[in-house]
């Protein structure tokens, strides 16, 4: 058994939280990079500028890349020869996450769903994380997060199709979801497709499709070969940059499939904004 | 084509009739802040004809819900906020003198009748630019509903804050024709 302390845990999210909430990700600066050189239209081109120029305003004076720093989401692999010692992970995690949002001064934006309180006195700052957690072999614990806005979550809809749509059913659903967000998520966007399992499996992985390097296609070659085909569906949409009309709209399509009963094809959207403020550390 | 223009707040009619959707505008002087909670109250004073926090006449008013200032730091990131909760809200305070709106995202078509009839815009601005947008706010205080956070009232003043027109007062929408010309179709 090997033993990680909890005040670890709680040291390790805290900085990380801290350094996503400023630093975009490399994966995600070089798609829109790419984007920015690939973008026809003069208006997108000039957002993309200025979300370049808002990274490196970001990295250098530490300010929050935006103002929704959104709910802390983590996915979690604890291997099975690992024992926390001094408290429970999920306080450790939970922990580490007020801390980083109040030192960072990022926003606290859970609140109660009806009466729309804030829960920072009541829970605590920007608490509860949305925690996933997967128990995995091996002796390491391996902590992803990712800070997800609002206005993204917002757009993103799942939908159990039946078989006979198969894949086509699939690309259309994907389209009309994305077509109907339009400008709200904040375009340019990733688009995690979960397909198969049972409801919440496909919610799930559409999430969990989100925490790849962006572009990084899957290992399957047929599924990698579905991302690229979405890919190149999406991008006909038009919709660009904020929405303002363009060819360059969604930066990559990532897609997990997992099995499904014989009755059913369960299919989620989660869309991620370009502010793709993600990261993990192994402990 | 698309044009640039330097306008200070508040606006008039003059100013707004000027603007065309694809229009680029860098905004200079006082504004104010504004999410759901903070409309509904305003909205609630309007039918109870009581005094506003603030004059609506010729106001522009910026959908944010910014993170909390650094110490001496007027705010912190400040970018726009999805426009479409507002849009139940909207059209009363345009009626009452409003003249421009900031946000992101779509706009229902209540909202741009509203700015037809009134002579009003809804500009958009870069979501997810909140570093960039809250350094070009100079100044900020809150005016109003303390106790809603981040979404309280705030007046701030802002220097060339650019946005782009999304809805004129012609009935023009940069959503819809931005898009028809680079969508490609089967
Ligand atoms: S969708 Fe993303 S970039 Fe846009 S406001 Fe929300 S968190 Fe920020």
Request: with cysteine; hydrophobic share 40%; aromatic share 6%.
């Amino acid at each position: 058994m090997r033993e990680i302390a909890y005040e670890d845990i709680v040291k390790a999210v805290k900085n990380m939280v801290l350094h996503t909430a400023t630093n975009l990700p490399e994966d995600a600066l070089k798609k829109l990079k790419e984007a920015h050189e690939k973008e026809k239209s003069p208006v997108a081109k000039k957002v993309l500028e200025q979300l370049l120029e808002n990274a490196e305003i970001a990295r250098t004076e530490k300010r929050p890349l935006c103002q929704d720093t959104g709910l802390a989401v983590y996915f979690v692999k604890l291997g099975q020869d690992v024992r926390i010692t001094g408290g429970l992970l999920k306080d450790a995690i939970n922990e580490g996450t007020e801390q980083g949002y109040i030192e960072g001064y990022l926003r606290a934006s859970t609140c109660d769903c009806f009466t729309r309180e804030n829960l920072k006195d009541v829970i605590g700052y920007n608490l509860p994380a949305i925690i996933h957690l997967d128990l995995v072999e091996g002796d390491k614990l391996e902590i992803a997060y990712a800070a997800k806005g609002g206005g993204s979550e917002n757009v993103s809809r799942a939908r159990v199709l039946a078989p006979a749509q198969g894949r086509d059913g699939v690309i259309e659903f994907v389209k009309s979801v994305i077509s109907e967000a339009g400008p709200n998520p904040c375009p340019p966007i990733i688009v995690g497709v979960g397909i198969g399992g049972t409801f919440e499996k496909a919610a799930i992985s559409s999430k969990y499709a989100l925490f790849r390097e962006a572009g990084e296609p899957h290992p399957d070659p047929a599924v990698a070969e579905f991302e690229k085909e979405l890919l190149y569906e999406l991008n006909k949409l038009g919709i660009g940059a904020m929405g303002m009309g363009g060819t360059e709209t969604v930066l990559a399509v990532h897609v997990e499939k997992h099995p499904c009963h014989i009755a059913s094809l369960p299919v989620s959207v989660n869309v991620q904004c370009h502010s793709s403020r993600h990261n993990h550390i192994t402990l | 084509m698309s044009q640039v223009h330097y306008l200070k707040t508040p606006l008039t009619d003059e100013d707004v009739m000027n603007l065309k959707a694809g229009d680029i505008v860098y905004l200079s002087g006082v504004m104010f802040t504004a999410r759901d909670a903070a409309h509904k109250r305003l909205v609630d004073l309007i039918e109870n004809k009581e005094e506003l926090p603030f004059q609506l006449d010729g106001a522009v008013i910026y959908f944010v819900g910014p993170t909390p200032p650094k110490p001496g730091e007027p705010i912190g990131s400040a970018g726009p906020t999805t426009s479409y909760r507002m849009d139940s809200y909207s059209p009363i305070l345009i009626k009452h003198g409003l003249k421009g709106m900031i946000g992101k995202g779509k706009r229902n078509q209540d909202v741009k009748d509203a700015c037809k009839k009134y002579k009003a815009v809804y500009f958009g601005a870069t979501g997810g630019a909140g570093a960039l947008l809250g350094k070009l706010i100079k100044e900020a205080e809150v005016i109003a509903y303390e106790e809603l956070g981040p979404e309280a009232i705030r007046m701030i003043r802002v220097e060339n804050f650019p946005v782009t027109v999304i809805n004129d007062a012609y009935g023009n929408d940069l959503y819809e024709e931005g898009r028809a010309k680079y969508e490609v179709k089967d």
